[in-house]
């Protein structure tokens, strides 16, 4: 079984920062790309940040400047540091992982998604 579990939302000022941090766990083979994902009230899913197993990144652009995606191969996690943070980026982050994993003897893959984390910047 695998899964994703992230930490570190919650509520902050306009400017502030918040560091989510999201931890895959099971029978693994490998993880490919990472990334954060973020929904607000009313609006699609969008990508916010992805970097991929060789450490390559991609951003939004209207996060880019203020959030830096990191990744540690080793632990399996994915972070996401949030930076001068505004009221628009009020939303459901949630991690996403596309990874192999054992289902007994034999390797699958798939597109894995966190629960998602609360996050909201008050003016």
């Known amino acids: 079984q695998v899964q994703l579990v992230e930490s570190g939302g919650g509520l902050v000022q306009a400017g502030g920062s918040l560091r989510l941090s999201c931890a895959a766990s099971?029978?693994?083979?490998?993880?490919?790309?990472m990334g954060w994902y973020r929904q607000a009230p009313g609006k699609q899913r969008e990508l916010v940040a992805a970097?991929?197993?060789?450490?390559?990144?991609n951003y939004a652009d209207s996060v880019k400047g203020r959030f830096t995606i990191s990744r540690d191969n080793a632990k399996k996690t994915v972070s996401l540091q949030m930076n001068s943070l505004k009221p628009e980026d009020t939303a459901v982050y949630y991690c996403?992982?596309?990874?192999?994993?054992?289902?007994?003897?034999?390797?699958?893959?798939?597109?894995?998604w966190g629960q998602g984390t609360q996050v909201t910047v008050s003016s």
């Open positions: 970097v991929t197993s060789g450490g390559s990144t």
């Open positions: 099971g029978n693994i083979i490998m993880i490919k790309d």
């Open positions: 996403n992982a596309d990874l192999a994993y054992w289902r007994g003897l034999s390797p699958y893959s798939g597109v894995y």
